[in-house]
């Protein structure tokens, strides 16, 4: 979707202001930018939304730039969602971030819903993203959550692509680790991620601040993050940084081998996070194979808990139909037994035009930390433009 440069101007700048709430005018934090620098003193749980607003000037000021014609593109997505819970207790395996903890509250994290009805119908996703290009190797996206706890800025990032094959990205981004959680969840083939996925990245949002270069070839890639450690919105809260690496080998057209990982120390200074990740994706005609292993040893040193999972995703898009199954399995502490996770996902999407589609999903699951725990039965429509 393209704007006029003044046109695209003044209706990011009302978008950022609406839909922001309580964040700094983007005038004052423009207005910084210009004249003679001053150094402010910016707390440090100010920082994310600072480089917010930083990406947000380069949005706004974008189409002003007279030398280079600019452009603005939107799009973003909308999912209403109902499920139905066949669990003796209503329960579920979500990330309980955003919407999840507005709609299904668990006080006392146990991950049974408090006293919820097994019904249940919810706006899951209301997000806009706006794109765009101040020169022509340096382009932006902002991301706005738009509904209830999902509220406020996503993933606010700066692109920098001196070649082809090589970006740099600085600001709030998605951590380069798997597939399934760097993907949008718009394009996510099931309603529902894999328990796994949820569970051992950097869960609810997936995004950290910070900076990343990525080189692609036709063989393979590589990416390198250096990040706050400490998620999405939130400054850094002890002075480390994570790392974050992925590396992906194509040894076959349409098959993609990957290695991600996720070292860093989280909150107290004894605190140790090491993530791991295997996975393989191939598109083979209509099918799409995907299957991802991941590890975390998370340690208050001396204790430690090793968390694993697994899922295989097999999908047919056969015109607009497209069934899906995928089998999971998560074991959150693998010295313990009597609490791993296992499910069974049959799914079927239907595709109205491009990105918008009808799904419907049943996800036979058995969790031995919580015996109550049966099937659950979700219909969503997304609309994506
Ligand atoms: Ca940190
Ligand atoms: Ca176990």
Redesign the pocket.
Do not use: K
């Given at each position: 979707m393209e704007h006029q440069r003044e046109d695209g101007s003044a209706a990011a700048r009302f978008r950022l202001r609406d839909l922001t709430g309580g964040f700094a005018p983007p005038e004052r934090a423009c207005h910084a930018s210009r004249g003679p620098r001053r150094r402010r003193a910016t707390p440090p749980d100010r920082r994310p939304r600072a480089a917010g607003w930083l990406v947000a000037c380069l949005a706004a000021a974008a189409p002003a730039a007279a030398e280079f014609p600019a452009s603005l593109r939107l799009s973003g997505f909308l999912k209403l969602e109902t499920r139905y819970d066949f669990s003796a207790t209503p329960w579920t395996p979500a990330s309980k971030g955003g919407n999840e903890a507005a709609y299904f509250p668990d006080a006392d994290g146990d991950g049974v819903v408090d006293a919820r009805a097994h019904s249940t119908t919810w706006i899951r996703r209301a997000r806009l993203i706006v794109r765009g290009d101040v020169a022509p190797s340096l382009d932006y996206a902002v991301l706005f959550n738009l509904h209830l706890a999902d509220r406020g800025l996503g993933s606010a990032e700066v692109h920098w692509r001196p070649a082809g094959w090589l970006t740099a990205t600085a600001g709030q981004f998605k951590l380069p680790v798997g597939i399934e959680t760097v993907e949008s969840s718009h394009r996510n083939p099931t309603i529902n991620r894999a328990l796994v996925s949820e569970r051992l990245t950097q869960a609810p949002a997936y995004r950290d601040l910070g900076a990343m270069v990525e080189a692609r070839a036709t063989f393979g890639s590589i990416a390198l993050a250096g990040v706050?450690?400490?998620g999405h919105n939130r400054g850094?809260?002890?002075g480390?940084?994570?790392w974050v690496t992925r590396a992906t080998l194509a040894p076959l057209p349409g098959v993609t081998m990957g290695h991600s990982t996720h070292l860093g120390r989280?909150g107290a200074p004894s605190r140790e996070r090491r993530r791991h990740g295997a996975d393989v994706e191939a598109a083979l005609g209509p099918l799409r194979l995907r299957a991802e292993y991941l590890v975390q040893r998370d340690a208050l040193l001396p204790t430690a808990v090793r968390s694993e999972g697994w899922y295989a995703l097999l999908a047919a898009r056969l015109g607009r139909a497209e069934p899906v199954a995928r089998i999971e399995r998560f074991d959150p502490n693998a010295r313990r037994a009597g609490d791993d996770y296992a499910a069974l996902t049959a799914a079927a999407n239907w595709y109205v035009a491009g990105d918008s589609r009808l799904s419907l999903s049943y996800e036979h699951r058995r969790d031995r930390a919580h015996p109550g725990t049966r099937g659950l039965l979700s219909a969503q429509v997304q609309v994506a433009f």
């Open positions: 706050q450690g400490n850094d809260d002890n480390r940084w994570d989280p």
